[in-house]
């Protein structure tokens, strides 16, 4: 069975960083065709924040680009996500999703159980 493990979360202070990490692991992957981060923060949607495809196209909020930056391993089936200058209005759960190609399953989504990023002013 496939799973996805965060890590990285916790409390920093405005300006500060912070790195999480998203491992794929179980099952049988064949391939992680594309990794996510979306973060949730209490009142408001879960919103995209920035995206890796297995060619390593990338995708960046506008609320976070130049400050944010995704990167993954393909041989470790796992995705980062750098981020820099935080803000207290980057305070949420940070989730990460997948689509992972394993053996016997077509194509599927997976989500992370979420890890909470809280900036301190």
């Known amino acids: 069975q496939v799973q996805l493990v965060e890590s990285g979360g916790g409390l920093v202070q405005a300006g500060g960083s912070l790195r999480l990490s998203c491992a794929a692991s179980g099952g049988s992957i064949l391939s992680t065709q594309f990794m996510a981060w979306y973060r949730q923060a209490p009142g408001n949607q879960r919103e995209l924040v920035a995206s890796?495809?297995?060619?390593?196209?990338?995708f960046h909020a506008d609320s976070v680009k130049g400050r944010f930056t995704i990167s993954g391993d393909n041989a470790k089936n796992t995705a980062y996500l750098q981020m820099d200058g935080l803000k207290p209005e980057d305070t949420a759960v940070y989730y990460c999703?997948?689509?992972?190609?394993?053996?016997?399953?077509?194509?599927?989504?997976?989500w992370g159980q979420g890890t909470q990023v809280t900036v301190s002013s």
């Open positions: 890796i495809t297995m060619y390593s196209e990338t």
């Open positions: 999703y997948a689509l992972i190609q394993s053996v016997g399953v077509t194509l599927r989504a997976y």
